[in-house]
């Protein structure tokens, strides 16, 4: 009786001790394939700390003060500005030293006056400044639509050929001087004038017979569509007289602005 007990349980012990060497031999063969696979990870982690070191180049590839794009405009703004009124200057040297060498001449009458007519100098006169605001904020909390309640490019568009309408000798937007190449862009909630962007209000400026710009903003459609939306969503709407101003003259390009077509 007790042998027939007892090869059971050796039987299951062989099994057990059977299944223990198999479960070794597939360990040893399985470790080599782990060591390459640990291999293959450690180089592609060393490649890709690699490629970060040549891509950062010694700075900081996530710094959080560039984080801040609106610092990071105004930054690029102000260098813009720099550019701007250093190329003026070398643009007012040569027509300096052009002016001289035509001095008294019939040539260097016409050159003063094509320099006045593009905007290259500064003027001065009685002048009518119109002001645009976007609505206040309390006006957006009522669900309006927010497209309605900014100023648009358009919208200081119109103003502007409403006061060359009315006779303007001279203009400026934000305080830049307009010339023929002028162009007002939209970026954002933001308008880029000579690539410097501005935050509203908005202030167009103009030297003139004041009556007569007076007279043309009234008399433009295109404003009055803008003052029914002042009266409708509160946009700011402003006109105010000066009886002398000084526009300063233009900084930066005379450069033809163009785009590529596709």
Partial sequence: MLGTSVRPWL?????????SREARRLDRRRQPLGRVLTGVVCLLA???????ALN??????????NTDLVSLVQSQSRRNADLARQLTGLRQDVDRLAANQQEGTDVGQRLARQSELAGLTAVSGPAVTVTLDD???SVAANGIDPDLLVVHEQDIQAVVNALWTGGAEAMTIQGQRVISTTS???VGNTVVLHGI????????SAIGDRQRLHSALDASNSVRIYRQYVEV???GY???????????AHEGTLNLPFSHLK
């Fill in 135 to 137: 609505a206040p904020a």
């Fill in 11 to 19: 039987r299951r012990a062989l099994r057990v001790l059977g299944r």
């Fill in 238 to 248: 402003t006109v105010q007289d000066f009886a002398m101003a000084t526009f300063p």
């Fill in 233 to 235: 969503y509160r946009l």
């Fill in 46 to 52: 060393a490649l890709l700390v690699t490629i970060s």
């Fill in 56 to 65: 950062a180049q010694g700075t900081d590839l996530r710094p959080g003060r």
């Fill in 184 to 186: 007002v862009k939209c």
């Fill in 197 to 204: 962007p501005y935050a509203p209000p908005y202030e167009i």
